[in-house]
C-alpha cells in the first residue's frame, strides 16, 4: 500500500534554476536581459524617432515646393503651369493645379488625367498638410502632401505638391534592421564579457570555499587566503579568519575544560576507592577512614555541581530568581563565619546596599571570594560593602601574596592556578573565580582584581543598584 502524507511541492521552472544555476550563468544572464531591455527601448525611440525626422523633412521639402509653384501664380506671372510642376532630378514628388472651379488646370505627369488629389480646398492664404496618405502613382507608397490657397488673377487657386516617403520609409527599415540584427550580436557579447569577468571575480571565493573545505573539526588551525583587493570578498576572507580563530580559541578552551575537568574528578575518585579499599578491610578500617570519605565526596561534589553550573552557563546562561536583596546581609553573614576560624582577623565596613538579583548565586559568588582570600591570607580579611553613585560596590581584600598584574586576568579562566606546586586542598580546583565572574556578568556587573592596601589581592565587585529593565522597588521609592 502506499504510504498516505503530504503531497510533493512541484518544482517550478524558476524553482529549478535557482537551484542548478550556478552566480556566474545567472550574473550572465541578468546581464543580457537588462541589457536587451534596455537596448530594445533605445532601439525603439531610435526607429521612431528617425522616422519623425524623416518625415518631417519630406514634409517640408513638400511646403517649400508647394510655395514655389503658388507663387508665379499669385503674382499672375505662370505663363506655362505645367512647366513648373514637372519634378527635378532626384525628387519623387508630384503636383497638382486646380483652378478655381475645383478643375485641375495641371499636373506632373505621373497625374496626367488623374482627380484632385484631396477634396480639401484652403482659401488664399491658407496652407493644410497630410501625412501618410496613399497616391495614384508609384507602387502605391505614402505621401505626405501640402495644399495651398492662393489668389490667381481669375480667382482663387489651390496648388497640391506631394512628396513620397519611400526612400525615408527605406532608411528607417534599414536602421530597425541593422538594430535588430545588431542587438543579439551584443547581447551574446555581453553574455560571454559577464561570465568571464564574473568567473575571474569569483575565483578568491572558490579558493575561500577549497580552503575551508580542507578545514577539518580536529584541525580548525588553517585559515582562507585573503585578497589583495579591499573589496567585500576580501573583508569576507577576513571576517571568515577571525571566526576560525574564535572557533579555534573555542575548541582549545573546550578541549582543555574537558582535560581539566577529568584530571579533577580523577583524584577524588582516586582518593575515594583508596579508603574505600581501606575501609573494606577489617584490619586497617577506622573512623578516619570514614571522615575521608566523607571529605572526597564533599569535594567531588562541590567540584560536581560547579562544573554543571558553568555548563549550564555556556548553554543557557544563568537562570535568575530576581529580588531585592540585602548585600549587607550577605557580607555580614560571611563576616560571621570567618570569625570562628583561629589566626584570621575580619575587618572592613559594611553599608545598608541593596540590588535586584539572585540571592543564591550572589551569595555564592561572594562565599567563592572570601574563600579565596582565606585560602592565600596571612592574617587578616577584610569584607566592605558600600554605594557609589548609582552602583553598589563589594570589597574582598586580604594581606597575602596577591597577584601579579599580567596575571589578574587570567585568574578568572577556569581551571588557572597561579601557583602550580600548591596542593588542590590548598589551591582549590580553579572553577571558584570563574563562577564568580560569570554571576556577576549575568547580574549586568563586573569583578576585577588589583592589590588591596594590606599587600594582598583586593577582589572588588560592582552590581548596579538598579539592573536594566526594572522598576524601583516599593521599599526604594
Do not use: C
Amino acid at each position: 500500500m502506499a504510504a498516505i502524507g503530504r503531497p510533493r511541492a512541484r518544482t517550478t521552472p524558476i524553482g529549478l534554476w535557482r537551484r542548478h544555476a550556478g552566480v556566474r550563468l545567472r550574473s550572465a544572464m541578468a546581464s543580457v536581459i537588462v541589457v536587451a531591455l534596455a537596448l530594445t527601448a533605445a532601439a525603439a525611440v531610435l526607429v521612431w524617432m528617425l522616422d519623425r525626422s524623416l518625415a518631417q523633412g519630406a514634409q517640408t521639402a513638400a511646403v517649400q515646393r508647394a510655395r514655389a509653384i503658388a507663387a508665379p501664380i499669385a503674382a499672375g506671372t505662370a505663363s506655362a503651369p505645367r512647366q513648373n510642376l514637372v519634378a527635378g532630378p532626384g525628387e519623387q514628388s508630384v503636383a497638382q493645379i486646380l483652378g478655381p472651379n475645383g478643375s485641375v488646370l495641371a499636373s506632373s505627369p505621373e497625374l496626367d488625367g488623374e482627380a484632385p488629389l484631396v477634396p480639401e480646398r484652403p482659401g488664399p492664404g491658407t496652407e493644410l498638410s497630410f501625412t501618410r496618405k496613399p497616391l495614384p502613382v508609384g507602387d502605391g507608397e505614402s505621401y505626405t502632401l501640402s495644399a495651398i490657397g492662393v489668389s490667381g488673377p481669375n480667382g482663387p487657386y489651390v496648388v497640391l505638391v506631394g512628396q513620397s516617403l519611400a526612400p525615408e520609409e527605406r532608411s528607417v527599415a534599414t536602421v530597425a534592421a541593422l538594430v535588430a540584427g545588431g542587438l543579439p550580436i551584443l547581447l551574446l557579447v555581453v553574455g560571454v564579457a559577464t561570465f568571464v569577468l564574473s568567473g575571474r571575480s569569483l575565483r578568491p571565493v572558490e579558493a575561500i570555499r577549497r580552503r575551508v573545505a580542507d578545514i577539518s573539526g580536529a584541525d580548525i588551525s588553517g585559515r582562507v587566503p585573503v585578497p589583495e583587493a579591499n573589496d567585500e570578498v576580501a573583508r569576507l576572507a577576513v571576517t571568515m579568519n577571525a571566526m576560525l580563530t574564535r572557533l579555534e580559541t573555542a575548541q582549545a578552551s573546550q578541549r582543555r575544560f574537558v582535560a581539566d575537568a577529568s584530571h579533577e574528578l580523577r583524584s577524588p575518585l582516586a582518593t575515594l576507592r583508596a579508603t574505600v579499599e581501606l575501609a573494606a578491610n577489617p584490619k586497617t578500617a577506622s573512623g578516619a577512614s570514614t571522615e575521608t570519605l566523607l571529605a572526597e565526596t564533599d569535594r567531588l561534589e562541590r567540584l560536581v555541581a560547579d562544573l554543571l553550573l558553568l555548563a549550564k552557563a555556556d548553554e543557557h546562561g544563568l537562570r535568575m530568581v530576581r529580588v531585592d536583596v540585602d548585600l549587607d546581609d550577605l557580607v555580614l553573614a560571611e563576616r560571621t563565619r570567618l570569625r570562628n576560624l583561629p589566626r584570621l582577623t575580619v575587618g572592613g565596613s559594611v553599608r545598608a546596599v541593596q540590588v535586584r538579583g539572585d540571592s543564591h548565586q550572589l551569595a555564592q559568588a561572594l562565599r567563592n571570594l572570601v574563600d579565596n582570600a582565606v585560602r592565600y591570607a596571612a592574617s587578616r580579611v577584610e569584607i566592605s560593602v558600600y554605594e557609589d553613585g548609582s552602583d553598589a560596590v563589594i570589597d574582598v581584600a586580604d594581606d597575602g601574596p596577591g597577584i601579579p598584574p599580567d596575571a589578574r586576568e587570567r585568574v578568572f579562566e577556569r581551571f588557572v592556578r597561579l601557583d602550580d606546586s600548591r596542593t588542590r586542598s590548598i589551591g582549590g580546583s580553579g572553577l571558584g573565580l570563574a563562577i564568580v565572574r560569570e554571576v556577576i556578568s549575568a547580574h549586568d556587573g563586573t569583578v576585577h582584581v588589583t592589590e588591596s592596601a594590606l599587600g594582598g589581592a583586593l577582589f572588588r565587585i560592582t552590581l548596579p543598584i538598579r539592573p536594566r529593565g526594572y522598576p524601583p522597588s516599593a521599599a526604594s521609592r
